[in-house]
């Protein structure tokens, strides 16, 4: 990257509570940059516990080791391979890629809750870490290309905010649901999730669009 040199800077830099409000006006301003960082939190601690699932899904599920362990994870990162190809060959950031991952994340971990071979579990697998490249690296990419040029770098921390600040609580809730309904419930809960957010956000833009734009003119005002 090459970029125009810039002019030292003059200001005295906020502290850090000052950057911290800053950067969350920033987050609830823009109604495309709300739903992106909702979408994130809610997504994140709710329905991407893979870190405890996987493990889960191998030991109890398929009954199998650690080998089928390294499998699974490992098709799962071939899919999320895809996902970066395929981004790559869009080049451009749009929110349907955050919403429509997301959807996809979901519906597709609804499906993996009923599966119970280790060939439909890949199978669905490698789909599930496309869609996840989908939402997460398009929601990154939103949240930085929408952010002025002095809060870019803090457009990528609150994105890694809102993936990962909820894991812990996140991966307690899909332990505990493993521990009472088994993998099955975790991933329908998990998939559930995502689909109830994805749709609530796609539900929140399509109603600022419609109370933004312009009324028609009547009848009168178009002869007049």
């Not at 870490?129 to 921390?157: F, K, N, V």
């Not at 609580?169 to 332990?175: M, P, R, T």
């Not at 993998?183 to 995502?194: D, E, K, M, V």
């Amino acid at each position: 990257m090459r970029l125009a040199p810039r002019p030292p800077r003059t200001e005295p830099l906020p502290s850090i509570l000052a950057g911290v409000g800053e950067t969350l006006r920033f987050a609830v301003g823009s109604r495309r940059v709300a739903v992106v960082f909702f979408t994130l939190i809610l997504v994140g601690t709710f329905s991407f516990n893979f870190d405890v699932l996987l493990p889960l899904l191998a030991r109890l599920t398929l009954d199998r080791g650690p080998q089928t362990f390294g499998l699974i994870a490992a098709v799962f990162g071939a899919g999320a391979l895809t996902g970066s190809l395929i981004l790559a060959t869009i080049g451009k950031t749009r929110l349907l890629l955050v919403l429509g991952g997301a959807l996809g994340f979901g519906g597709l971990q609804l499906v993996l809750a009923q599966q119970t071979t280790l060939p439909a579990v890949c199978a669905v697998l490698y789909l599930t870490g496309i869609c996840y490249i989908l939402w997460g690296s398009s929601s990154l990419a939103t949240l930085q290309l929408a952010a002025p040029e002095h809060l870019r770098g803090r457009a990528a921390s609150l994105y890694f905010f809102g993936f990962m600040g909820g894991a812990p609580l996140g991966g307690l809730i899909a332990g505990s649901l493993t521990a009472h309904g088994g993998t099955r419930l975790a991933f329908s809960i998990a998939g559930t999730t995502a689909i109830l957010v994805a749709t609530a956000g796609a539900v929140v833009l399509l109603t600022g669009r419609r109370a933004t734009a312009p009324a028609p003119q009547s009848t009168r005002e178009v002869e007049a």
